[in-house]
């Protein structure tokens, strides 16, 4: 089996890439700067907040949605997470137990208690059957300065 050419100086004739460590002639020259400096070297560098989306119909909402958002905000790392109930759920043939303004308010009231989570009316606003899909897109255009997290 021949050894893979690769446009920088290894392998060498009759040297394999799985057998012995190489260095490479680009890594051993002394470039100048580091470039990946700016980017894992400087603490003036500020991060993006982190904006999670926690979408459901929230028919009604309950302690479990309550813990995984929780959970979502403390794995995640979240600055904000946003509760989207939805107005009907896409994959749902019935129609939700309470109207769409009832959950909207269950969201708001549990939003008051934590300033983490904020309530988000979007597909509320839309009085349709909207994906989740649609729904990001919006949110990118109303949140640019954050990183989305689904």
Not at 17 to 28: A, G, V
């Amino acid at each position: 089996m021949q050894p893979i050419q690769l446009p920088w100086s290894f392998p060498r004739q009759g040297k394999s890439l799985i057998f012995e460590k190489e260095e490479c002639l680009l890594c051993s020259k002394n470039l100048p700067g580091d470039p990946f400096e700016k980017f894992m070297g400087n603490a003036n560098i500020q991060r993006r907040p982190r904006l999670g989306l926690f979408g459901g119909t929230f028919d009604p909402l309950h302690l479990g949605h309550l813990k995984l958002a929780q959970l979502a905000v403390q794995k995640g790392n979240l600055d904000k997470l946003l509760l989207c109930p939805a107005y009907q759920a896409p994959l749902r043939a019935e129609s939700p137990l309470f109207p769409a303004t009832d959950r909207f308010a269950m969201v708001q009231a549990v939003c008051q208690e934590n300033a983490v989570f904020e309530s988000c009316p979007i597909e509320i606003k839309h009085r349709k059957l909207r994906y989740t899909l649609d729904t990001i897109k919006e949110l990118s255009k109303q949140y640019p300065s954050y990183d989305l997290f689904v």
